[in-house]
Structures are given as structure tokens and as C-alpha cells.
């Protein structure tokens, strides 16, 4: 994997500080916080070219095997799956004797030597079944024994504030994750893939048109940055278009202080889906 962004604060203290990973089919990327709510290191790694199969487990392994800092003892260890193949499910339609078959429904059953996972989202009355392969989740167990995990989805749906009409979005390399609300209530959850600023401008164009959204507010966290030719394109298009922010108790160490916080604001809020 190819570094994208390494930062962190000499003399942390790993005992008393959290790990939050994110695994992805683009890359891994963690950040470490302090006890005292500090931020202390910020590292975002891509695979240097498109891999799938058993490349992609080879490619974590070898990375994990070669990163000392992920190997410390953390007091606490979280891990994020960023994957596409995920399905919402009330709890009234809810049975777990056929999670495997509606995800195969939905997304395919080709290539999909995967475990099924499911997180239990009591307070939206919702489980989150989705799929992790089985490779990428015997690595993570293997580097992680101890994490907590969960669904990128989950830990969006945890977050949904306010009642204005508003579209999340979180920029990877090749894909943005789009979570859309309105008055409160979510409406849309998704991965789309991208490769120029024009995509993006029509995801978000006809997401919004197909759920009759109007008035829409734009929040942009992940890997954007505000001169480039994405967000302009997306300015066109939308007269409110935000930046994300960390949450209030959070702070930065001054290592982290030169890079904007929207590039990682996305990770907080796992501790919602796990504890």
C-alpha cells in the first residue's frame, strides 16, 4: 500500500489511547485518540493498484506485518468496514436465517466468499446486515483480536442530526459513500463509484431528484479538498455546500493542525454502534 497521509504526535501514550481503523476496498486508514480526547496520529494508505481475491488479504497482511505502530497495545480498538455490500433491514422484517439470501438478492452472489455480519441499530429499529470476505475478516481478527467492529453505514445512521434536508457525502479515491435525510429521517444510504467530478455531480443530481429532495444542504468529509476540481463541480450545483467538522469535545495535537478535519471527521461516532 502506498502512504496517502502520515501523521502522528511523538511519545503517545497507546495504553491509554484508542485505535479506529477503517478497513476499505481501497486502502486502510486509522487515526489514534488520547484519553483526553486528542488526536494524536492520522495515516490513510491506498493499494497501488486494483486488486481483489486473495491479493487483497495478502496485501493487508503484508502491510500489517510491516506497520509497528498497529501492533501497540491500544486500550481500545475499533474497526470500521467501508464495503458496498449492505442491506437496511427493519426489525419487523427481520429474520437472520436469510441475510445470506437477501444480500445475494441485492448485490449478487458471484465471487462472494464472504461472512455475512450484522449490527443491531436499537435505537433506529434497524439491523445492518452486510458482508465482509473471508479473507480481509481472518486478517483483521488475526491483527485485531480484540476490536470491536462495525459498518461504515451503521455509524452514519447513528449520527443523523437535525431536521434539515441534507446529503452527507464521503470522498474516497475511486467511490464517495452518500447518506441522504430529510426532516430527520433517513432516506438513502449508498457507495458510488467515480472517476471524474462530472460523476459525482450526477450522483448527487439524480439522488436527488429520485427521492424529491429540495433545498438540500451539501457536508463533504474524506478526501476533498476544497480547491479542487470536485468541489467546484459540486458548487455548481448546490448553493450550500459544508465542510465537516470534528466533534466539540475533540481536539487536535499540533501534528494534526496543518491537515483539514473534514479528512477524518467521518471516523467518529463507532463507539455508538459498539458499546
Same mark, same amino acid.
Given at each position: 500500500?502506498?502512504?496517502?497521509?502520515?501523521?502522528?504526535?511523538?511519545?503517545?501514550?497507546?495504553?491509554?489511547?484508542?485505535?479506529?481503523?477503517?478497513?476499505?476496498?481501497?486502502?486502510?486508514?486509522?487515526?489514534?485518540?488520547?484519553?483526553?480526547?486528542?488526536?494524536?496520529?492520522?495515516?490513510?494508505?491506498?493499494?497501488?493498484?486494483?486488486?481483489?481475491?486473495?491479493?487483497?488479504?495478502?496485501?493487508?497482511?503484508?502491510?500489517?506485518?510491516?506497520?509497528?505502530?498497529?501492533?501497540?497495545?491500544?486500550?481500545?480498538?475499533?474497526?470500521?468496514?467501508?464495503?458496498?455490500?449492505?442491506?437496511?433491514?427493519?426489525?419487523?422484517?427481520?429474520?437472520?436465517?436469510?441475510?445470506?439470501?437477501?444480500?445475494?438478492?441485492?448485490?449478487?452472489?458471484?465471487?462472494?466468499?464472504?461472512?455475512?455480519?450484522?449490527?443491531?441499530?436499537?435505537?433506529?429499529?434497524?439491523?445492518?446486515?452486510?458482508?465482509?470476505?473471508?479473507?480481509?475478516?481472518?486478517?483483521?481478527?488475526?491483527?485485531?483480536?480484540?476490536?470491536?467492529?462495525?459498518?461504515?453505514?451503521?455509524?452514519?445512521?447513528?449520527?443523523?442530526?437535525?431536521?434539515?434536508?441534507?446529503?452527507?457525502?464521503?470522498?474516497?479515491?475511486?467511490?464517495?459513500?452518500?447518506?441522504?435525510?430529510?426532516?430527520?429521517?433517513?432516506?438513502?444510504?449508498?457507495?458510488?463509484?467515480?472517476?471524474?467530478?462530472?460523476?459525482?455531480?450526477?450522483?448527487?443530481?439524480?439522488?436527488?431528484?429520485?427521492?424529491?429532495?429540495?433545498? $438540500? %444542504?451539501? +457536508? /463533504?468529509?474524506?478526501?476533498?479538498?476544497?480547491?479542487?476540481?470536485? @468541489?467546484?463541480?459540486?458548487? #455548481?450545483?448546490? =448553493?450550500?455546500?459544508?465542510?465537516?467538522?470534528?466533534?466539540?469535545?475533540?481536539? $487536535? %495535537?499540533? +501534528? /494534526?493542525?496543518?491537515?483539514?478535519?473534514?479528512?477524518?471527521?467521518? @471516523?467518529?461516532?463507532?463507539? #455508538?454502534?459498539? =458499546?
Amino acid at each position: 500500500m502506498k502512504p496517502v497521509l502520515e501523521t502522528r504526535s511523538a511519545n503517545i501514550d497507546y495504553e491509554a489511547s484508542t485505535l479506529i481503523c477503517e478497513v476499505c476496498d481501497e486502502g486502510f486508514s486509522f487515526l489514534v485518540k488520547g484519553g483526553n480526547d486528542v488526536l494524536h496520529g492520522l495515516c490513510v494508505y491506498q493499494f497501488r493498484e486494483v486488486i481483489a481475491g486473495p491479493e487483497y488479504a495478502i496485501a493487508f497482511k503484508t502491510f500489517f506485518d510491516h506497520h509497528d505502530m498497529l501492533s501497540e497495545n491500544f486500550s481500545k480498538t475499533y474497526l470500521i468496514y467501508s464495503m458496498p455490500e449492505s442491506v437496511l433491514i427493519p426489525f419487523e422484517m427481520y429474520n437472520s436465517q436469510n441475510n445470506a439470501d437477501i444480500l445475494s438478492t441485492v448485490h449478487g452472489d458471484i465471487g462472494s466468499d464472504s461472512i455475512v455480519l450484522t449490527d443491531v441499530l436499537i435505537d433506529e429499529k434497524i439491523y445492518n446486515t452486510y458482508r465482509v470476505p473471508a479473507d480481509i475478516l481472518k486478517e483483521m481478527m488475526a491483527a485485531f483480536p480484540n476490536a470491536q467492529s462495525c459498518h461504515q453505514y451503521s455509524v452514519l445512521l447513528k449520527n443523523i442530526m437535525g431536521q434539515e434536508n441534507k446529503m452527507s457525502v464521503i470522498f474516497y479515491s475511486q467511490k464517495i459513500v452518500l447518506m441522504a435525510q430529510q426532516d430527520g429521517r433517513l432516506l438513502l444510504v449508498n457507495s458510488f463509484p467515480y472517476k471524474s467530478p462530472e460523476d459525482v455531480s450526477y450522483i448527487l443530481l439524480n439522488s436527488c431528484r429520485q427521492l424529491a429532495l429540495t433545498n $438540500v %444542504s451539501i +457536508e /463533504l468529509s474524506g478526501l476533498i479538498d476544497k480547491d479542487s476540481a470536485l @468541489f467546484k463541480e459540486i458548487y #455548481k450545483y448546490f =448553493e450550500k455546500v459544508t465542510l465537516s467538522s470534528l466533534p466539540g469535545t475533540v481536539q $487536535v %495535537s499540533a +501534528e /494534526l493542525e496543518t491537515h483539514p478535519s473534514h479528512f477524518f471527521s467521518h @471516523f467518529f461516532g463507532v463507539e #455508538k454502534v459498539c =458499546e
